[in-house]
């Protein structure tokens, strides 16, 4: 098992990953994440983490550009923006 087979199936179940510090955060449905996702996402850590990583990296982006388009927001203004969209959103359970 790969840890990208593990976050698309835990996603398909309504999971959603961030990343925080060296913490891989999971929010989803309460019972949803069992004790064997965690485990399986604690030896896939590293991994997982990078995926995460650049999908993160990846919304923030395209959130920026939406950013810039719609409201005439500079780049490094709309990037910032996104950044902090990001950050209010984050939570959850550490694996």
């Known amino acids: 098992m790969t840890a990208q087979t593990i976050l698309d199936g835990l996603h398909k179940r309504g999971v959603s990953f961030s990343v925080t510090g060296d913490k891989l955060r999971t929010r989803g ?56 969209e990001r950050r209010q959103t984050d939570g959850g359970n550490a694996a």
């Open 29 to 84: 449905p309460v019972g949803v994440v069992t004790q064997a996702d965690l485990a399986a996402l604690r030896e896939h850590k590293a991994e997982a983490m990078a995926i995460v990583r650049d999908e993160e990296s990846d919304r923030i982006e395209e959130r920026a550009a939406i950013i810039e388009f719609d409201a005439y927001f500079s780049r490094r203004e709309a990037e910032r923006r996104a950044r902090n």
